[in-house]
């Protein structure tokens, strides 16, 4: 069954940077492409943008272009989220999330969720 | 901020029906793109629930189902059970922003 595992909670203070794991099994890795999607504390659900695991080729969301990247290990089957200079702002649930096609639309499998904390 | 607005909340007694829109606009729904939901309970990562505008994925209740029309879309819930209280959301492509977009979600609370 496919899976999607995120690394652990992080505590960081503003100006650093963290890297957020999500290494997938159950399936072709290479096959569909990986998305991350942020949830501020009490907040909605909003699509950060998305990592093409043939290619490596990102694509990010307006609000997520500067110190957002994404990354692949294709080796281990792992997608990366790094956010550097954090900010109290992006304190928030980071997700992975696939498709079960080689579509865009619908995220039929998601991580279990990061969440990063921001404070001094 | 999403170009895809739900009302925030909906309520009802276990056994009725409810139904969340989604509204969006001619660069998303309106331009022919499927709408999906998404089910997140307390706690938990979303799930999907409606694929393709009224499709289930397995394992899904048939309690769920999906509608689409012009530039908007509904979710509705029959039978409405306790496990049912969970935030919602809808999501489709948006072709001006190039890429996916949430809804702004909706509680369901089960009376």
């Known amino acids: 069954q496919v899976q999607l595992v995120q690394s652990g909670s992080e505590l960081k203070k503003p100006g650093a940077s963290v890297k957020v794991s999500c290494k997938a099994s159950?399936?072709?890795?290479?096959?569909?492409?990986m998305n991350w999607v942020r949830q501020a504390p009490g907040q909605g659900l909003q699509w950060m943008g998305w990592?093409?695991?043939?290619?490596?080729?990102?694509t990010y969301a307006q609000d997520f272009r500067g110190r957002f990247v994404f990354s692949l290990d294709t080796s281990v089957s792992t997608a990366y989220l790094q956010i550097s200079g954090l900010r109290s702002e992006d304190t928030a649930v980071y997700y992975c999330?696939?498709?079960?096609?080689?579509?865009?639309?619908?995220?039929?499998?998601w991580g279990q969720g990061t969440l990063v904390a921001v404070s001094s | 901020q999403s170009v895809l607005t739900q009302p925030p909340s909906v309520s009802g007694a276990p056994g009725q029906r409810v139904t969340i829109s989604c509204t969006g606009t001619?660069?998303?729904?309106?331009?022919?793109?499927?709408v999906h939901w998404y089910q997140q309970l307390p706690g938990t990562a979303p799930r999907l629930l409606i694929s393709g505008n009224n499709n289930r994925p397995s394992g899904v209740p048939d309690r769920f189902s999906g509608s689409k029309s012009d530039t908007s879309a509904s979710l509705a819930i029959s039978g409405l059970q306790a496990e049912d209280e969970a935030d919602y959301y809808c999501q489709s492509l948006d072709r001006l922003l190039s890429g996916p977009v949430f809804g702004t979600g909706t509680k369901v609370t089960v009376l």
């Open positions: 159950g399936y072709t890795f290479t096959r569909y492409g």
């Open positions: 999330a696939t498709p079960a096609r080689e579509v865009i639309l619908p995220f039929h499998y």
């Open positions: 990592i093409n695991t043939k290619t490596g080729n990102p």
């Open positions: 001619s660069s998303n729904i309106g331009s022919n793109y499927d």
